[in-house]
Structure formats: C-alpha cells, structure tokens
C-alpha cells in the first residue's frame, strides 16, 4: 500500500512521492486499523485522516477482500495490481489543482459519483477559513469574482459579451438597416432585389426535404402498423432525442452531434492550436463575386442555412437523409459549410439537387474536399456579429504574434479566417460556443508562395538587378 508524503521514511527512487512498504507491513496497519470490526471502509483523504491507510480510493471489492485478517495477503496482492493497472496515477494531481470553487461545482454536478462527493464535502469541510477569506473579499469590494465557480464565471464573461455585442454590434446595425430602408439607398436594395429569385430557390429545397421527410415518416408508420413491437422502442428513442435538444438549450456544446475528428497540437493563452483532417463538407455561397461578405447579413446567412440543412434532410437526388452535424462553418470568403458525417451505409455522399448554373450561385448546394489543416482557434460567446469576429481576429493575431506563431498566408495577404457555430438558434446566447479561426505553420515551415516569391527565376536576364527579400523588421 502507499502513505502520504508526510508519513514517508524511506524515499522511492522512481516516484519521490510515495513509499512502499513490505507485505508485512501492510498487514500489520491494516489489521489495527481494523480490529474490533470485520469490515472497514477506507474513502481517500477522510481515510488518511481517521488511520495512516492510503489517501486513494480503493474499491469495494478489494475492501471485501480485507474485511477479515484471513484475506490481508490477498488486500495486499489486489494493491499491488491497482497500482501496475495505474488506479493511483493522477489523484494527486488533481487534487493539488482544485480550488474550493471547482470542488463545489464538482459536489453539485449530477453526474458525480456519491463517493467522490463524500471526498469533495470532506474537502470542502476543510476549506472553510479560504472560503470566508474569499467570501468577505467579495463583501468588502462589492466583487463576486473571488466565490464564482468555473461555471459561474463563464456565465459572467458571457453575460458581459453578449451586453458588448447587443451595445455595440447590434443596436447600431439596426439603426442603419432601418435609416438605409427608410432613405431607399444603399445596398439593402440589392438583398431586396435578389428576393424574388432566391426565396422560390430555397423555398424548393425545403419543400424538397419536407416531402422526403413525409415519405420517411409514412414508411415509419406502415413499419409500425406491421410490426407493433418496435413502437415502444421507437418512441423511447424520439424520447431521449427530444431530452437531448432540451439540454442543447443551455450546453454550451450541443450533445449527440459529430464534428470534424482534429487533435489538440498545443496550447496558449487564450487559444489552441489543432490538427484537423480532411473530410467531406456540403457547401453553398452566402454572396457573389466582388460582393461583401457580412455575417450580419440574416438573408444571405438564412438561406445557405436553410439550403444545406434541406440538404441533409433529403433534398438530394438519393432522397437521403443524414445528421446533423457540427460546427456550422463560415469562411472569410462569403462560403458556408456543413461537415458531412458518413455513417458507415454509404459509399459516398448523395449529389445535391441541382448544379451550380454559375459561379457562387446563392443558395446552389455543392459537394468540397476540405483538406488537412493546421488551425490556430480562440473561443468566444455570445452573437456572431461582423464586429465581434473583427475583435476576437485581432486578439487571436495578436496573441499568435506575441508567441512567435507563425501565418500561413503569403507574404502581405488578407488573412483569411473560419467561423465555427456549435450551437442551434435555440441555445440561449450567454452559453453558445463559436469559434474563429486562422491557418497557422508549423514551426520551421515556410509558406509555400513566399519563397516563390523571391526566388529569382532561372530564365530572367542576368542583366537585371536582383532584389533582395525585405527582412519582416524592415
């Protein structure tokens, strides 16, 4: 078995931490801490407070097992496998970092085991002078910073981005939409104009999904009407999809969704960078050549939704429907993606209904490789508003910039950037979870049209002067 720190007399050389004892030993200490009883219960810390047992977690059948001196050698021998399967590796990590705030939200979260909630009131118990310390800190400066848990200040920074958002993004742009209708001016005229052509488009789609829908449903019925004992299972399925889009209202990441498989390469402040991996996306153009792109446009942003959505629901030529996925996927390009999920029946994704009369035609779905990328990604909440992404691009550049983190663009171009929305409409806007995102190097690499674009050709006249490259200070 293991003792704390502050029980050592001998040192192990592979972990400095922690010192075994021999099996003697062991049963020894577990025999006088079990007489007069022929069972125990030894639970973490509150153990290690009660008898100088180990401070970790043992589980209910090892206990069983040492529930009579008969059975100390086989305890011993159980601890000994425990701690080869590696049981005992990261609690003293753990419990190093957590602050009384996060044991608290651990102690509230439904899902925490009833042991560990024992452990985490124990703790808590044993806090009680940092939790008033805290307490009157926020009494005295009027500040309830110091006493919120982790869930309790995302709540915090999310209440005030989106107060920031609605001050500064939003309200404005109303204003000028309803002084640019009023005045008939300006480029509200063109959203009106393409109206006409782009709602009947969409409209078509949806209906197109709507009728594959009805036909899903009715082959449903006729397959319960001949086999009524799947209907129970049926309906405890609609049953827990509907229990999940409940909670989707107040996650900040939606349940039961898939999303672009990526790994995390590493980590700064304020941002992560990811690997991401190829995959399939279904994608339509929010605007024309040589026009603007703006996420605050609801037309534009409305109907690509809708026309990849009616997509996925069956408007194809498979009359297919598939997931919902996620994230919804903006580029800085005007383009809107959806991540299409192949769920292992497929031997590709259906063709959209109709092909792309001309290039970037609104609300025409059509089938993209994206390829492998390496992304630098911030996270913020709230709206996604043309201000707010131009906030948090700035603070993700600058933040890359202070690292030393390399842009994978050329050499003085735009730098081009997603937009990633988890959440559906519904999810109250203090938890939703967007992201930006801008394609970064590894370090070493080098932007492939940089070097071309100072590398002197072979073919030019030796006459002409050589420019050498401006160096990034000059």
């Given at each position: 078995?293991?003792?704390?720190?502050?029980?050592?007399?001998?040192?192990?050389?592979?972990?400095?931490?922690?010192?075994?004892?021999?099996?003697?030993?062991?049963?020894?200490?577990?025999?006088?801490?079990?007489?007069?009883?022929?069972?125990?219960?030894?639970?973490?810390?509150?153990?290690s407070r009660s008898f100088a047992c180990s401070p970790y977690k043992i589980s209910r059948n090892i206990i069983a097992r040492a529930s009579t001196t008969e059975s100390l050698e086989a305890f011993a021998d159980s601890l000994e496998e425990d701690d080869e399967a590696g049981l005992f590796d990261d609690v003293d990590d753990v419990d190093a970092i957590a602050t009384w705030q996060e044991q608290l939200e651990m102690l509230l979260d439904p899902d925490t085991p009833m042991a560990k909630r024992q452990i985490l009131l124990s703790?808590?118990?044993?806090?009680?002078?940092?939790?008033?310390?805290?307490?009157?800190?926020?009494?005295?400066?009027?500040n309830i910073d110091p006493i919120l848990t982790p869930t309790g200040k995302k709540l915090q920074d999310g209440t005030r981005a989106v107060a920031r958002q609605i001050t500064t993004d939003i309200i404005?742009?109303?204003?000028?939409?309803?002084?640019?209708?009023?005045?008939?001016?300006?480029?509200?005229?063109?959203?009106?104009?393409?109206?006409?052509?782009?709602?009947?488009?969409?409209?078509?789609?949806?209906?197109?999904?709507m009728r594959t829908t009805a036909k899903k449903n009715l082959e449903i019925l006729q397959g319960d009407l001949a086999d009524p004992s799947r209907i129970p299972g049926r309906l405890s399925k609609q049953r827990s999809d509907i229990e999940a889009e409940v909670r989707n209202i107040f996650l900040e990441t939606p349940v039961g969704l898939?999303?672009?498989?990526?790994?995390?390469?590493?980590?700064?402040?304020?941002?992560?960078?990811?690997?991401?991996?190829?995959?399939?996306?279904?994608?339509?153009?929010?605007?024309?050549?040589?026009?603007?792109v703006s996420v605050n446009d609801l037309t534009s942003g409305g109907a690509a939704?809708?026309?990849?959505?009616?997509?996925?629901?069956?408007?194809?030529?498979?009359?297919?429907?598939?997931?919902?996925?996620?994230?919804?996927?903006?580029?800085?390009?005007?383009?809107?993606?959806?991540?299409?999920?192949?769920?292992?029946?497929?031997e590709g994704f259906p063709t959209p209904l109709a092909v792309e009369d001309k290039?970037?035609?609104?609300?025409?779905?059509?089938?993209?490789?994206?390829?492998?990328?390496?992304?630098?990604?911030?996270?913020?909440?709230?709206?996604?508003?043309?201000?707010?992404?131009?906030?948090?691009?700035?603070?993700?550049?600058?933040?890359?910039?202070?690292?030393?983190?390399?842009?994978?663009?050329?050499?003085?171009?735009v730098v081009p950037y997603f937009v990633f929305q988890y959440n559906p409409p519904y999810t109250i806007p203090i938890v939703?979870?967007?992201?930006?995102?801008?394609?970064?190097?590894?370090?070493?690499?080098?932007?492939?049209?940089?070097?071309?674009?100072?590398?002197?050709?072979?073919?030019?006249?030796?006459?002409?002067?050589?420019?050498?490259?401006?160096?990034?200070?000059?």
């Open positions: 078995t293991y003792l704390p720190r502050s029980t050592q007399l001998n040192t192990n050389q592979g972990d400095p931490g922690i010192m075994k004892l021999s099996r003697e030993t062991i049963s020894i200490v577990v025999l006088l801490c079990a007489q007069q009883t022929s069972a125990f219960t030894v639970s973490h810390k509150a153990a703790d808590l118990v044993s806090s009680n002078e940092s939790i008033r310390q805290d307490v009157q800190k926020a009494v005295s400066e009027r404005p742009g109303l204003a000028d939409i309803a002084n640019t209708i009023s005045s008939g001016r300006g480029s509200s005229n063109s959203i009106v104009d393409e109206l006409p052509s782009l709602v009947p488009k969409v409209g078509e789609r949806v209906l197109d999904a898939q999303e672009p498989e990526y790994s995390v390469i590493e980590k700064g402040v304020g941002y992560e960078i990811r690997q991401y991996e190829g995959y399939t996306a279904a994608a339509t153009s929010m605007s024309k050549i040589g026009e603007s939704f809708n026309s990849l959505a009616a997509y996925l629901f069956g408007a194809n030529e498979d009359e297919k429907g598939m997931e919902m996925t996620t994230p919804v996927t903006t580029t800085s390009d005007g383009e809107m993606r959806f991540y299409l999920k192949n769920d292992g029946t497929m290039l970037n035609e609104k609300g025409a779905v059509k089938l993209i490789e994206v390829p492998p990328a390496r992304l630098a990604v911030a996270r913020f909440t709230g709206f996604v508003t043309d201000g707010e992404v131009a906030r948090q691009k700035d603070a993700l550049l600058s933040a890359l910039a202070a690292d030393g983190v390399e842009i994978d663009v050329p050499h003085g171009a939703r979870r967007n992201e930006i995102a801008v394609p970064v190097l590894a370090p070493g690499e080098v932007p492939a049209k940089l070097e071309e674009e100072w590398i002197a050709d072979d073919a030019v006249d030796e006459d002409e002067p050589f420019i050498e490259a401006p160096s990034d200070v000059e």
